[in-house]
């Protein structure tokens, strides 16, 4: 099994469509499939159920990917650590949907002008792990949502926001412009973030109970199943303005706990480039907060 086939797998594993793994990836469909078959030749197993609806990992299928996900991510962790002891400077910054983007262009020019060397680059979480690979090394400082285990990390609140609940157009609560209240969205079909991922997120994100839904690892798949399933999705109010999507409405919850915004990063970690981004970061926020 080479890297490549891996990476493969897990996108389409991911995705759970061709099609979509394949834009994903930036590739055409017929290759991407024919390496999927390649992998499966290897292995001497099937690994996805191919379905009218998608791409379904087999029982040997989900020990693959979670075996594929642990193998990049060491692939990634070695890759930043030859590069620390070749003298580069770099900076993994993880985020967790919406929150860093409006506050980037305010803390770029202010951080390459103090570290003009240093290289930042971006990684993009999924609902599966809110701190997007601190523990092992993936990131060096997480902007993410909280609350989530905090055992050896260092988490500082930035700021607060109401959660709103995103419903399909035609459901019963669409109409309530006011708000609405969890009780009244106790029997709806709820997204479920993935079972592995930790369990203070998942019983913040699901104030209602357990959900009974599709299960979903992103902002997009969460709207995608509002659109396609009709589940109810609770998300931060900064999604609004950024996920606009014709058959989904937002409605504020009047009950919800607030949403944190929250920049997290290893309690071991001594990095200068991680204490100059923290404070340039919370700096700009306090900024823009002060202007909006």
């Known amino acids: 099994m080479d890297l490549r086939r891996l990476l493969y797998f897990v996108a389409v594993a991911e995705e759970g469509n061709v099609g979509r793994a394949a834009r994903r ?9 024919q ?3 390649e992998l499966e030749a290897e292995l001497g197993c099937t690994l996805f ?9 087999t029982a040997p299928g989900e020990v693959l990917l979670r075996e594929a996900r642990d193998v990049l991510s060491r692939m990634d962790v070695a890759r930043e650590r030859v590069l620390a002891a070749a003298g580069v400077q770099r900076l993994v910054i993880g985020v967790l949907g919406p929150g860093e983007e409006v506050l980037s262009a305010r803390v770029a020019p202010r951080f390459r002008q103090a570290h003009p060397h ?7 979480g999924e609902f599966t792990d809110p701190t997007i690979g601190l ?12 609350p989530f285990g905090a055992t050896g990390l260092v988490v500082r609140k930035v700021a607060e926001e109401p959660c709103v609940v995103a419903l399909p157009a035609g459901h019963a609560l669409a109409r309530a412009d006011d708000g609405v209240r969890l009780a009244e969205l106790a029997g709806c079909v709820w997204v479920r973030p993935p079972a592995e991922s930790d369990a203070l997120w998942r019983a913040f994100w699901q104030p209602a109970g357990e ?4 299960q979903v690892r992103s902002v997009d798949e969460c709207l995608h199943a509002v659109l396609w399933n009709g589940a109810v999705a609770m998300l931060p109010a900064k999604v609004v303005p950024r996920y606009a999507v014709d058959g989904v409405v937002f409605r504020p919850i009047l009950d919800a706990a607030p949403s944190a915004l929250v920049l997290a990063w290893r309690r071991s970690d ?3 480039l991680v204490a100059a981004y923290v404070r340039m970061f919370t700096d700009a926020h306090r900024r823009f907060t002060a202007t909006a």
């Open 25 to 33: 990836l930036h590739m055409s469909q017929p290759p991407l499939s």
């Open 35 to 37: 390496r999927i078959r």
């Open 49 to 57: 159920e191919r379905t009218p609806s998608g791409m379904v990992l």
């Open 118 to 124: 240093a290289m930042v680059q971006l990684r993009q």
């Open 135 to 146: 523990a092992s090394g993936a990131v060096d400082l997480a902007i993410t949502r909280g």
């Open 211 to 214: 959900g009974d839904g599709p």
């Open 270 to 272: 001594n990095s200068p």
